[in-house]
């Protein structure tokens, strides 16, 4: 991602070891407005692309065009939005250079820096996340060097996909839309031909990735690409956890958003990954706020590799987003928990798709779906057992809450079996947060914010408790804030 | 300490409280009996200052403060408490976490520092104790899944740890078992002090023969019609809120 990418520069910067001098170019240039082959050809040569790569973006964009020429954009989903004019978007923007960035915290918006200490962000950090230009950071460029060094000693590749395009051409070349092809959908492909940048993580085998790739985000993802790029590789034995996204409200000024993220996960490995995502969802109108179009698979190929999906949702305005299983290893399991809100106009279409394939899988969804003011919320999801996955087993749990009376709750869940041994089960409920439970939180003091966000988080507990430590807490002061207003 | 004067109460389009005078001082107990329909629950609910009951006309004042102008969560700042009929469930939240976030949410409003992890920890810990709860209870979700007598022996655990000065039993001893009633009656006894007040609303006696009144009211129909000592409990038990010439629902 550019973030990845801004972050090494700084890094290399401040060590007087600035090796890759193109991005010095980019920093001035922007592709053209719209797309086309030029637009590609254009991206692919800023990022020093291997041919291959063009090739694999141009087949991707010729597919996107016959799919936009036949049926234009996927409209099944429960969410309405203006018809996306693909020709007005830019498609490829340097990251802004120093100048262009705030000065100081003065010229940052009041209200994002309120949220920011409500969420309990240092100073430093406040500066980082809103873009305010600082000559050096010396705190996040120390930590992220750390970081490098102590990865590099356990043999963790962790890079900028461009990066990992020039460097490890082979790992490339096998992984990438090996899990999502170019031809998935719309949006895949889209992502597949423009996507500006993202990260690549290899584990090599038996390795245990000594921290969670996590922290190094925290500091440096204040610029986070709108196609972004995601391959993640465990290879046999090996474990890593990875946490996207940030807490803290990201603001863009690109509405739309597009990213495509592939896990692979070998013989008794396992991939834990967290998202926390707090895009731009609008004025309380439903004006601005992000279009969020995201595809993300993973590939549990090893027998006994297990993959792990944890989700906080509570930012964008169109939410579209189905982080997937393919459970095809023997005894390989998946597991998604999901919390997403939809406050004011918000609209989420989300939820998983567990494919079993390999024998003795097994899978668990949690899904607890929020609606307030006037937001949309739908679980959407699919349990698929094929005819060889014997002894499958799957526990889907999807509950909604209700605030308020303009919001709305749906369930769409798909279960298609052709094995007679699978067992499935699934739970469903949907609730409103009584008045009672509201007035005996006062009683005992709490404001009706604080209520709120209290009762909140008892609902979603089974999901937070499955996300790191350390955002575990900030993502629980995100739910109350994401709902601020939504009552009384 | 608590001052009630000509309060009038709708509910709806209905007038419940007709013109109810009460004064409470520091370190009493009250007892505010009475049959069904006579404006007890709505008594309660006025002054801690739920949502749907429309003062009309009168005043509540708490230590010379004004409660109606008040919302909820304020006026359990300023030190009143209650303790529910019908305690709510809360799932997924800890009774621990939920002491703690009350705890803090009325210190804040007092100006207060948060009080540590640690402190709390002890505090709930020992006020748990001396009302005889398990201290597992405390890691389970507030009142989800307990027992009529664990619901009512929660209550009395958060109002041992939130020490309010103004304490107001809402029928809390109704469709308990005799082991129940004395675990409340101790709950209320601990908090009895020169600096608090009290105020019990039951409609039988029976939990007056652990909680000894100092002042016993009848409420019918929206008013006080009778107030005495502990023997006009007795009286009641003896003689019905019939040898009063009211008229009891529940009779």
Same mark, same amino acid.
């Given at each position: 991602?550019?973030?990845?990418?801004?972050?090494?520069?700084?890094?290399?910067?401040?060590?007087?070891?600035?090796?890759?001098?193109?991005?010095?170019?980019?920093?001035?240039?922007? %592709?053209?407005?719209?797309?086309?082959?030029?637009?590609?050809?254009?991206?692919?040569?800023?990022?020093? +692309?291997?041919?291959?790569?063009?090739?694999?973006?141009?087949?991707?964009?010729?597919?996107?065009?016959?799919?936009?020429?036949?049926?234009?954009?996927?409209?099944?989903?429960?969410?309405?939005?203006?018809?996306?004019?693909?020709?007005?978007?830019?498609?490829?923007?340097?990251?802004?250079?120093?100048?262009?960035?705030?000065?100081?915290?003065?010229?940052?918006?009041?209200?994002?820096?309120?949220?920011?200490?409500?969420?309990?962000?240092?100073?430093?950090?406040?500066?980082?996340?809103?873009?305010?230009?600082?000559?050096?950071?010396?705190?996040?460029?120390?930590?992220?060097?750390?970081?490098?060094?102590?990865?590099?000693?356990?043999?963790?590749?962790?890079?900028?996909?461009?990066?990992?395009?020039?460097?490890?051409?082979?790992?490339?070349?096998?992984?990438?839309?090996?899990?999502?092809?170019?031809?998935?959908?719309?949006? %895949?492909?889209?992502?597949?031909?423009?996507?500006?940048?993202?990260?690549?993580?290899?584990?090599?085998?038996?390795?245990?990735?000594?921290?969670?790739?996590?922290?190094?985000?925290?500091?440096?993802?204040?610029?986070?690409?709108?196609?972004?790029?995601?391959?993640?590789?465990?290879?046999?034995?090996?474990?890593?956890?990875?946490?996207?996204?940030?807490?803290?409200?990201?603001?863009?000024?690109?509405?739309?958003?597009?990213?495509?993220?592939?896990?692979?996960?070998?013989?008794? %490995?396992?991939?834990?990954?967290?998202?926390?995502?707090?895009?731009?969802?609008?004025?309380?109108?439903?004006?601005?706020?992000?279009?969020?179009?995201?595809?993300?698979?993973?590939?549990?190929?090893?027998?006994?590799?297990?993959?792990?999906?944890?989700?906080?949702?509570?930012?964008?305005?169109?939410?579209?987003?189905?982080? /997937?299983?393919?459970?095809?290893?023997?005894?390989?399991?998946?597991?998604?928990?999901?919390?997403?809100?939809?406050?004011?106009?918000?609209?989420?279409?989300?939820?998983?798709?567990?494919?079993?394939?390999?024998?003795?899988?097994?899978?668990?969804?949690?899904?607890?779906?929020?609606?307030?003011?006037?937001?949309?919320?739908?679980?959407?999801?699919?349990?698929?057992?094929?005819?060889?996955?014997?002894?499958?087993?799957?526990?889907?749990?999807?509950?909604?809450?209700?605030?308020?009376?303009?919001?709305?709750?749906?369930?769409?869940?798909?279960? +298609?079996?052709?094995?007679?041994?699978?067992?499935?089960?699934?739970?469903?409920?949907?609730?409103?947060?009584?008045?009672?439970?509201?007035?005996?939180?006062?009683?005992?003091?709490?404001?009706?914010?604080?209520?709120?966000?209290?009762?909140?988080?008892?609902?979603?507990?089974?999901?937070?408790?499955?996300?790191?430590?350390?955002?575990?807490?900030?993502?629980?002061?995100?739910?109350?804030?994401?709902?601020?207003?939504?009552?009384? | 300490?608590?001052?009630?004067?000509?309060?009038?109460?709708?509910?709806?389009?209905?007038?419940?409280?007709?013109?109810?005078?009460?004064?409470?001082?520091?370190?009493?107990?009250?007892?505010?009996?009475?049959?069904?329909?006579?404006?007890?629950?709505?008594? /309660?609910?006025?002054?801690?200052?739920?949502?749907?009951?429309?003062?009309?006309?009168?005043?509540?004042?708490?230590?010379?403060?004004?409660?109606?102008?008040?919302?909820?969560?304020?006026?359990?700042?300023?030190?009143?408490?209650?303790?529910?009929?019908?305690?709510?469930?809360?799932?997924?939240?800890?009774?621990?976490?939920?002491?703690?976030?009350?705890?803090?949410?009325?210190?804040?409003?007092?100006?207060?520092?948060?009080?540590?992890?640690?402190?709390?920890?002890?505090?709930?810990?020992?006020?748990?104790?001396?009302?005889?709860?398990?201290? +597992?209870?405390?890691?389970?979700?507030?009142?989800?899944?307990?027992?009529?007598?664990?619901?009512?022996?929660?209550?009395?655990?958060?109002?041992?740890?939130?020490?309010?000065?103004?304490?107001?039993?809402?029928?809390?001893?109704?469709?308990?078992?005799?082991?129940?009633?004395?675990?409340?009656?101790?709950?209320?006894?601990?908090?009895?002090?020169?600096?608090?007040?009290?105020?019990?609303?039951?409609?039988?006696?029976?939990?007056?023969?652990?909680?000894?009144?100092?002042?016993?009211?009848?409420?019918?129909?929206?008013?006080?019609?009778?107030?005495?000592?502990?023997?006009?409990?007795?009286?009641?038990?003896?003689?019905?809120?019939?040898?009063?010439?009211?008229?009891?629902?529940?009779?």
């Amino acid at each position: 991602m550019a973030a990845t990418i801004e972050a090494e520069r700084q890094v290399e910067e401040a060590t007087g070891d600035y090796k890759y001098g193109f991005i010095t170019d980019i920093e001035t240039e922007k %592709a053209p407005k719209g797309l086309s082959e030029d637009t590609i050809r254009f991206i692919s040569a800023k990022k020093e +692309e291997p041919e291959w790569l063009l090739e694999w973006r141009l087949k991707a964009f010729a597919y996107w065009q016959s799919l936009a020429a036949e049926e234009g954009e996927p409209d099944w989903a429960m969410v309405n939005y203006p018809k996306i004019d693909f020709q007005d978007i830019y498609y490829y923007a340097a990251p802004k250079s120093q100048e262009d960035r705030p000065k100081s915290l003065d010229e940052v918006d009041p209200e994002l820096l309120a949220t920011y200490e409500k969420l309990g962000i240092s100073l430093d950090e406040q500066k980082v996340l809103s873009g305010v230009a600082v000559d050096v950071v010396f705190d996040s460029v120390s930590v992220a060097t750390t970081f490098r060094e102590t990865l590099q000693e356990a043999g963790v590749i962790f890079c900028s996909i461009s990066e990992a395009a020039r460097e490890y051409p082979d790992l490339m070349r096998k992984y990438l839309g090996s899990v999502v092809p170019v031809q998935d959908n719309f949006y %895949a492909a889209l992502n597949s031909a423009v996507f500006s940048d993202g990260t690549f993580v290899y584990i090599p085998k038996g390795v245990r990735c000594p921290m969670e790739l996590s922290t190094y985000f925290r500091i440096n993802e204040a610029n986070t690409g709108q196609f972004e790029r995601t391959l993640i590789i465990a290879d046999d034995e090996s474990y890593v956890s990875y946490l996207e996204g940030c807490t803290a409200p990201m603001r863009d000024e690109n509405q739309l958003h597009a990213a495509v993220v592939e896990l692979v996960i070998m013989d008794d %490995a396992e991939i834990k990954y967290s998202t926390v995502q707090n895009w731009y969802p609008g004025d309380k109108d439903g004006k601005g706020g992000i279009y969020n179009f995201v595809t993300k698979r993973a590939a549990c190929r090893g027998v006994n590799s297990k993959v792990s999906w944890t989700q906080v949702e509570t930012g964008s305005s169109v939410t579209w987003k189905y982080p /997937s299983c393919i459970l095809q290893g023997d005894n390989s399991v998946g597991e998604f928990y999901s919390v997403a809100i939809s406050n004011n106009y918000q609209q989420a279409d989300t939820g998983t798709k567990m494919i079993h394939i390999g024998k003795n899988t097994s899978s668990t969804i949690i899904s607890k779906g929020i609606s307030a003011g006037h937001g949309q919320n739908t679980y959407r999801g699919l349990v698929k057992v094929l005819g060889g996955a014997d002894d499958a087993r799957n526990f889907t749990q999807c509950d909604s809450l209700l605030l308020g009376d303009q919001c709305g709750a749906h369930t769409v869940p798909y279960i +298609e079996v052709k094995n007679p041994t699978a067992q499935i089960e699934h739970e469903a409920t949907t609730s409103k947060i009584s008045e009672d439970q509201l007035f005996y939180c006062l009683q005992r003091g709490l404001n009706t914010e604080e209520a709120v966000a209290l009762i909140v988080n008892g609902f979603c507990r089974d999901v937070m408790q499955h996300l790191p430590m350390e955002f575990a807490v900030e993502a629980q002061k995100l739910l109350g804030i994401s709902l601020e207003g939504s009552v009384g | 300490m608590l001052e009630i004067k000509n309060l009038h109460v709708n509910v709806g389009d209905k007038e419940i409280l007709k013109g109810l005078d009460l004064s409470l001082r520091a370190g009493e107990v009250h007892a505010i009996m009475g049959p069904n329909g006579a404006g007890k629950s709505t008594l /309660s609910y006025a002054l801690s200052g739920r949502e749907g009951y429309e003062v009309t006309e009168g005043t509540a004042t708490l230590n010379g403060k004004d409660l109606l102008d008040l919302e909820a969560d304020e006026r359990a700042g300023e030190g009143v408490f209650l303790g529910f009929q019908y305690p709510v469930e809360i799932p997924g939240v800890s009774n621990m976490n939920f002491l703690k976030t009350a705890v803090n949410s009325i210190r804040k409003y007092r100006g207060e520092d948060e009080m540590t992890a640690v402190d709390l920890l002890k505090l709930v810990r020992s006020k748990a104790a001396e009302l005889k709860m398990d201290p +597992e209870m405390l890691k389970r979700p507030v009142n989800v899944g307990f027992s009529g007598g664990e619901k009512k022996r929660n209550e009395m655990v958060q109002m041992a740890v939130l020490d309010p000065c103004l304490a107001i039993l809402d029928e809390t001893d109704s469709g308990l078992d005799i082991d129940a009633l004395k675990i409340v009656a101790d709950g209320i006894n601990r908090l009895r002090a020169p600096d608090k007040a009290i105020l019990v609303i039951t409609h039988y006696q029976r939990l007056l023969d652990y909680v000894v009144p100092d002042h016993v009211h009848v409420l019918a129909d929206g008013r006080i019609v009778k107030s005495g000592g502990k023997e006009l409990a007795l009286q009641l038990e003896a003689e019905g809120y019939a040898g009063l010439g009211i008229a009891d629902d529940a009779a």
